[in-house]
Nanobody, 114 residues
């Protein structure tokens, strides 16, 4: 099983981006899916999670601006990011837990700059 993240890019402050993470297998087999990010010179930090039941949770820094969702039919988990700030600049990674194993997708770079 592999996770493939996409959707990063350059956006102006206040803009929006939508990140997607596609699973090579059935994404409904993942009991937990998360997005993490790592800014230059900083440790990787958790951003958002969604459980198999659809329960979501967010880091305080993105609450009210980011929305995580999963589409089992398309085997994807998405992160809708609105009202982006320069401090949201980072490499974003998707993460999944399935049958006791952990899977990481490759990162996708988000740059928020004018």
């Amino acid at each position: 099983v592999q996770l493939q993240a996409s959707g990063g890019g350059l956006v102006q402050p206040g803009g929006s981006l939508r990140l997607s993470c596609a699973a090579s297998g059935n994404i409904d087999m993942f009991n937990l899916l998360r997005w993490y990010r790592q800014a230059p010179g900083k440790q990787r930090e958790w951003v958002a999670l969604i459980t198999s039941a659809g329960t979501t949770s967010y880091a305080d820094s993105v609450k009210g601006r980011f929305t995580i969702s999963r589409d089992n039919a398309k085997n994807t988990v998405t992160l809708q990011m609105n009202s982006l700030k320069p401090e949201d600049t980072a490499v974003y990674y998707c993460y999944g837990e399935r049958a006791g194993k952990i899977y990481w997708g490759q990162g996708t770079l988000v740059t928020v700059s004018s």
